[in-house]
């Protein structure tokens, strides 16, 4: 699917796996390893020996289980 705002086209495809960038990855990750500090269900079965927040959210990362998007604007 292809939007055009104000001389920005973004698009937005959903059925295709996007690579994520290193900054696309560390925001979505560090995102909700603060929503998993602050109390959110985690939505994997994590390991007993894992406890910290990052390396749960990594793990959730990793099964891509984060429900997290990310738009991606090109200019014209």
Sequence with gaps: MLCIFGGLTVYKIWWIKLKYTRFEKARIVGA?????????PTLIKVPKDVIAPIDI???EFR???IPITVKRIEEN
């Design 57 to 59: 959210a990594m793990l």
């Design 63 to 65: 099964e891509d289980a």
């Design 32 to 40: 909700r390893a603060l929503q998993i500090s602050m109390g959110a």
